[in-house]
Nanobody
Framework: VQLQASGGGLVQAGGSLRLSCFVSGGTFSRYGMGWFRRAPGKVREFVSRISASGFTTLYADSVKGRFTISRDNAKNTVALQMNSLKPEDTAVYYC????????????WGQGTLVTVSS
């Protein structure tokens, strides 16, 4: 199973970016999917998760109301729409998949860098 994240870049504070993650080699529609991030000098943290069906979503408090996770099971993709970006959102963002649909994240993408300037 391979995960390919894309969509990162440089944006001014208050701007928006949309990250995408394409999953190949597995049964995407069975996976819970998550986004994580690692800011410079900090540990990796949870950002958001969406269930295999797409009906259930979860967000970290720091991004709630600004970020929206979605998925397209026909296209094997999960997206993270990020609005009202803040400098503290600067990080490498990783997508990850839960092979069993819950629990541990078994598969990880390579990360995409998001830089928010003030």
């Amino acid at each position: 199973v391979q995960l390919q994240a894309s969509g990162g870049g440089l944006v001014q504070a208050g701007g928006s970016l949309r990250l995408s993650c394409f999953v190949s080699g597995g049964t995407f529609s069975r996976y819970g999917m998550g986004w994580f991030r690692r800011a410079p000098g900090k540990v990796r943290e949870f950002v958001s998760r969406i269930s295999a069906s797409g009906f259930t979503t979860l967000y970290a408090d720091s991004v709630k109301g600004r970020f929206t996770i979605s998925r397209d099971n026909a296209k094997n993709t999960v997206a993270l729409q990020m609005n009202s970006l803040k400098p503290e959102d600067t990080a490498v963002y990783y997508c990850a998949a839960q092979r069993l649909g819950y629990g541990e994240y078994d598969y990880w993408g390579q990360g995409t860098l998001v830089t928010v300037s003030s």
